[in-house]
């Protein structure tokens, strides 16, 4: 089993929908988590990072549901800007160490 | 602020030949990573430092995959000899890596292809 699994898509919507993406993780003990976006041919970025409590930026919602082991996404009134590669990213935080695993990513098209 | 830069942008070169990425991490930053990233495997870790030591070489696929950092400004991953299978956008990012801030910086990738 991946570690950090997501639907790869793609997902093709129009200009204006609301796109929900999932993502599951399998370490239990993971401490940190995050969505990253990457726009094709260029470096995945940092969208926002993922609370407990969950948190919103903007167009954007994420939510941590951690007894499931599920993370989500949720962009609103989409743009067509938003087409990229959404990446689902953990830190399994095993000891000292702070590497993030990343999904394989999810892929959406907005259509005009 | 730069961001992280990455040398060359693209290579293209022939089977056996030694191959050698560049990074130079964000000022301030403590830890680098180098990742690979192909359409069948995504976006793999291969290698990370915290203060310029090698943390975790777990990821790096084989001996011909090699990589330094001689100081808090550069770092390298070389192939030698390379393999058409080793055809990838390699990326390097560096990070503060402390409680405050754990995000990772990209920076814009080295396109390897190998005839």
């Known amino acids: 089993r991946k570690e950090v699994e997501q639907d790869p898509g793609p997902f093709n919507v129009p200009e204006g929908a609301t796109v929900a993406f999932n993502c599951t993780y399998s370490n239990s003990a993971s401490q940190s988590f995050f969505w990253y976006r990457q726009d094709c041919r260029k470096e995945p970025k940092l969208l926002m990072s993922?609370?407990?409590s969950g948190n919103e930026d903007g167009r954007f919602t994420a939510q941590l549901n951690r007894a499931s082991q599920y993370i989500s996404l949720l962009i609103r009134d989409s743009k067509l800007s938003d087409s990229a590669t959404y990446l689902c990213v953990v830190n399994p935080a095993s000891g000292s160490a702070r590497q993030l695993t990343f999904g394989s990513g999810t892929q959406l098209t907005v259509l005009p | 602020d730069a961001g992280v830069i990455q040398s060359p942008r693209h290579e293209v070169t022939e089977m056996g030949q030694e191959v050698t990425l560049r990074c130079k991490p964000i000022s301030g930053h403590n830890s680098l990573f180098w990742y690979r990233q192909t359409m069948m495997r995504g976006l793999e870790l291969l290698i990370y430092?915290?203060?310029?030591?090698?943390?975790?070489d777990s990821g790096m696929p084989e001996d011909r995959f090699s990589a330094k950092m001689p100081n808090a400004s550069f770092s390298t991953l070389k192939i030698q000899p390379s393999e058409p299978r080793d055809s990838a956008v390699y990326f390097c990012a560096s990070s503060q890596n402390s409680d405050l801030d754990e995000t990772q910086y990209f920076g814009p990738g080295t396109r390897l292809l190998v005839l």
């Open positions: 430092f915290n203060n310029n030591v090698p943390i975790d």
């Open positions: 993922v609370y407990s």
